[in-house]
C-alpha cells in the first residue's frame, strides 16, 4: 500500500521558450504528497504566449521511483488547457526518467517521453516522442531554479528546426 505522508505547497513560473520564436509561460499554484517512493501533485494556474493566448492550465501529475534514492523513475503528467484558442488535454509519460544530484544543492536530470493530445478545438489528436534534460539548483531551502533543453517530435529525427527545439526555465518557491 502507497501512503503519502509528507504534503509540500508551492507556486512556479515555467517559461517554454522555442528556438522558432514562439513561447508559452505559465505560472501556476501546486499541491504534493510524496511518500517514501511515490508522489502525486495537482496544479492550477494561468498560461499564455504573451500574444493572443490566455488558458487556464490543470495538471495533475504523479510518479513512482524505481530505487531508493529516486535516481531513476517513472512519471506521468495530465496537463488540460482551457481557454479561447486552446482546449486539449494532454498526457506525457515517462517510463525513465533519470536525476542526478551532483552537489549538495544541484541536480542534473533527463526525461525521455511520449505525448498524446486531443485538441478538442481540432477534433485532432496527435502523438510525439520529445526529451528535456536539464539541472535544478536550490537557491534556498524554499526557491529553486531549473534550466533545461527540450527536442520535440523524436519521432521526425530529420525535423531538426528551431520549432522543435526549445529552452525552458522553471522557478518554483514552497510555501
Known amino acids: 500500500m502507497v501512503s503519502f505522508a ?13 528556438l522558432d520564436g514562439s513561447n508559452y509561460t505559465i505560472a501556476a499554484v501546486e499541491e504534493k504528497y510524496k511518500g517514501e517512493s511515490s508522489y502525486i501533485s495537482g496544479s492550477l494556474g494561468v498560461g499564455t504566449d504573451f500574444k493572443k493566448t490566455f488558458d487556464g492550465v490543470l495538471d495533475l501529475k504523479a510518479g513512482l521511483n524505481y530505487d531508493k534514492k529516486g535516481i531513476i523513475n517513472q512519471n506521468i503528467r495530465v496537463r488540460t488547457k482551457l481557454g479561447t484558442n486552446a482546449q486539449s488535454i494532454q498526457i506525457r ?5 533519470v536525476n542526478v544530484p551532483v552537489g549538495e ?7 525521455p517521453h511520449y505525448t498524446g493530445q486531443m485538441n478538442f478545438m481540432t477534433n485532432k489528436w496527435t502523438n510525439s516522442f520529445g526529451i528535456f534534460a536539464g539541472a535544478t539548483q536550490q537557491i534556498s531551502k524554499d526557491v529553486s531554479v531549473s534550466l533545461e533543453a527540450q527536442r520535440y ?7 531538426n528546426g528551431p520549432e522543435n527545439w526549445g529552452i525552458n526555465a522553471i522557478l518554483s518557491c514552497k510555501f
Do not use: E, G, H, I
Not at 509528507?6 to 522555442?18: E, F, K
Not at 544543492?105 to 526525461?111: D, E, G, H, P, R
Open 153 to 159: 517530435n523524436l519521432q521526425k529525427p530529420k525535423a
Open 93 to 97: 509519460y515517462s517510463p525513465l526518467s
Open 6 to 18: 509528507r504534503r509540500t505547497d508551492s507556486y512556479s513560473v515555467s517559461t517554454y521558450q522555442n
Open 105 to 111: 544543492k544541484t541536480t542534473l536530470y533527463a526525461n
